[in-house]
């Protein structure tokens, strides 16, 4: 018996999978998913699965990234030998932190599975990919920590990553992969380029912000501070912002988003901010991090501070010393004039005699392709890019004709795309919502549709619309003609 037990140990070292490692913490994770077809945006693209590892956390609870489950129809966790499959839920999921929390509908499900803890690492770091062969058994890849810096997310975030180089085997359940230390959980695998063998990583600190959150029963997300600005290391621009001689860092504002913190603190452009709180502000806008060195000070705010947190900002303006203050606020997407994300839900839209009118959205510019900023209408990019400046006193949404369906209501006209509405019947448009009123007051008996591009303005019969509303749905197998919820 004791020679088994020693033969057993002997061959996990030789396979380079310690006893601590060999007890399982980790799930399979089976998605089914369908998202929304935003060119047709009254159905749905093909299904698909998708398959990953899900680390087990206390609760019991199971953490993957929130792109796994985005858009899902069916959802189950099964043991890492393929025993046992039950049902789930999505418990929370944060979309720009891309990470969600999982929760089998059976009680039993995770009973004796150890429970992972969340650990920091830091740069040079040895970490552990966890993989599963098909028997169950687990495959482990070790790799060196490279870097720690702020990355764009896939959504919409901009937040700490982990980068590391290893060379991880395929494998069918691959989506998402715990990253490990010494035991414990320090990451999810986001993200990995087979040529060079990089490895993005969520990192234990977005993890743990994420999951604190969660654990409040009332989940609020990340904060941002809500500015944008350039580096001063150009010192004729730092004589025009006349940054004082003995002030080394510093950087110069150059927007400031309506309603969000920094607007309410009342920082304004051209201020310089040199400090939040204790942190100084380099000249790169980045502050000294106890873990990571210099990072850009985006880090202090979305995941050192939560929702609700009061911050100091220290500016310099016209060279004068300041200290304002501000509570951090997280900005939901649907604030935005064009929304950068929208997913487990359908996209608006309304049917107007073959018109097809929609709210201008991220997701829409990105159904062109993964170059969508090439592939999709120069002006719709150009729209979304710099809404903040182009929309500051609305409309709350951009109402677009997408494409038309051709119709006895629309002869002439089959070819306009991708164009922005500003008026129906005179009726400025603020969101969708203000179509069917203006629906309601045609003009000697037609509705004016007027363009912010050629054709500036057209013209439809609204006897003729109305007539032939029900052949349109029949002839074109539409379910609905408009979704506005």
Not at 123 to 150: C, F, H, Y
Request: glycine share 8%; net charge negative; charged share 25%.
């Amino acid at each position: 018996m004791h020679r088994i037990s020693f033969l057993l140990a002997l061959l996990l070292l030789v396979s380079g999978v310690s006893a601590a490692e060999k007890r399982l913490s980790v799930v399979r994770v089976n998605v089914t998913t369908q998202s929304w077809d935003f060119h047709h945006p009254w159905g749905k693209r093909q299904p698909f699965t998708r398959r990953a590892i899900g680390a087990v956390l206390p609760g019991p609870r199971v953490l993957v990234t929130a792109e796994l489950v985005a858009n899902l129809t069916y959802l189950e966790l099964e043991t890492p030998e393929g025993g046992r499959k039950v049902p789930a839920t999505v418990e929370a999921v944060d979309y720009e932190a891309n990470l969600a929390v999982l929760k089998a509908d059976s009680a039993d499900f995770l009973a004796g599975a150890p429970e992972l803890e969340v650990k920091e690492s830091a740069i040079g770091d040895s970490l552990s990919v966890w993989q599963l062969e098909n028997n169950g058994r687990l495959l482990v890849t070790k790799g060196p920590m490279t870097t720690a810096e702020n990355a764009a997310y896939p959504v919409d975030g901009y937040f700490l990553i982990y980068r590391m180089t290893v060379q991880l085997q395929g494998r069918e359940s691959s989506f998402t992969l715990p990253v490990v230390r010494d035991g414990k959980l320090t990451g999810v695998l986001m993200g990995y380029d087979v040529q060079s063998n990089n490895a993005n990583i969520i990192p234990a600190p977005i993890i743990r912000h994420f999951l604190r959150d969660v654990a409040g029963g009332h989940y609020e997300g990340f904060p941002r501070i809500g500015y944008a600005y350039s580096a001063t290391r150009d010192p004729a621009l730092r004589r025009f912002a006349k940054v004082p001689d003995d002030v080394t860092g510093g950087v110069y504002i150059t927007e400031i988003l309506k309603d969000g913190p920094a607007a309410a603190a009342g920082l304004q452009k051209g201020d310089v901010l040199v400090a939040v709180d204790d942190a100084p502000v380099d000249q790169d806008g980045n502050f000294p991090d106890d873990a990571y060195g210099q990072i850009p000070v985006a880090h202090l705010f979305n995941t050192h501070h939560f929702v609700g947190d009061k911050v100091k900002l220290h500016i310099l303006r016209g060279g004068e010393r300041k200290t304002l203050e501000t509570t951090l606020t997280h900005r939901p997407p649907s604030s935005y004039v064009c929304d950068p994300y929208i997913i487990d839900h359908r996209p608006r839209f309304a049917i107007v005699g073959g018109l097809i009118l929609q709210e201008l959205s991220r997701q829409y510019l990105k159904d062109f392709g993964p170059d969508w900023l090439r592939r999709a209408p120069e002006r719709l990019v150009y729209y979304d890019r710099f809404q903040t400046e182009l929309f500051k006193d609305g409309p709350r949404k951009l109402v677009f004709l997408s494409r038309v369906l051709p119709t006895s209501a629309t002869v002439g006209y089959e070819e306009l795309n991708n164009l922005l509405v500003k008026k129906i019947n005179g009726v400025e448009l603020q969101t969708l919502d203000d179509v069917p009123k203006a629906l309601e007051k045609p003009e000697n008996g037609f509705h004016k549709i007027e363009f912010e591009e050629d054709p500036k303005t057209i013209y439809l019969d609204a006897a003729e619309i109305q007539k032939t509303e029900r052949m349109v749905q029949m002839q074109y197998r539409l379910p609905t003609l408009k979704f506005l919820e």
